[in-house]
């Protein structure tokens, strides 16, 4: 079981998967649902600090490489593209929407880099990531517990 919880975590904190895989893959492996839940979100709540870290620090010296640099360009693009219209529309919510949709290519990550690119205050960003993380992770486990239970 321990195992199975520590898979679900690394899912939650990585950028291919986030609580939206961490969460429907510990309930798959019979790991107590709420301990999943909390788990995962605590998990991928920590990618808000670390993603802020390596965009004030590592990013600054990684740029300099060229490869490093056009993909980080890539990245920047996709993320201030998604959430341009979101966010100056409607704010803090309009990143707390972005970060909750269960989808590819939303969430903690691209909201993170997304608050960074707009220069967003830590706090306010902090929240409105944290908000829209456990919002997409109560959606994700109410429906992978709903399905489970079918």
């Known amino acids: 079981m321990?195992?199975?919880?520590?898979?679900?975590?690394?899912?939650?904190i990585?950028?291919?998967?986030?609580?939206?895989?961490?969460?429907?893959?510990?309930?798959?492996?019979?790991?107590?649902?709420?301990?999943?839940?909390?788990?995962?979100?605590l998990a991928?709540?920590?990618?808000?600090?670390?993603?802020?870290?390596?965009?004030?620090?590592?990013n600054q010296i990684l740029v300099k490489w060229r490869p490093y640099k056009r993909a980080a360009v890539w990245v920047a693009q996709?993320?201030?593209?998604?959430?341009?219209?979101?966010?100056k529309k409607y704010g803090f919510f309009g990143l707390v929407l972005f970060v909750m949709i269960p989808l590819p290519g939303t969430g903690v990550y691209a909201g993170t880099i997304a608050s960074y690119l707009f220069k967003i205050e830590r706090k306010k960003a902090f929240m409105a990531n944290a908000l829209g993380i456990f919002l997409s992770s109560v959606i994700i486990w109410?429906?992978?517990?709903?399905?489970?239970?079918?």
């Open 2 to 12: 321990f195992v199975d919880l520590l898979m679900a975590v690394l899912w939650s």
């Open 14 to 41: 990585s950028p291919f998967g986030e609580s939206k895989v961490g969460i429907p893959f510990g309930i798959a492996k019979g790991v107590n649902s709420y301990l999943v839940l909390v788990a995962c979100f």
């Open 44 to 58: 991928n709540l920590l990618v808000f600090p670390i993603m802020m870290f390596f965009l004030d620090y590592i």
């Open 78 to 87: 996709r993320a201030k593209l998604g959430t341009k219209d979101k966010i």
């Open 142 to 150: 109410f429906l992978t517990v709903s399905v489970k239970s079918m």
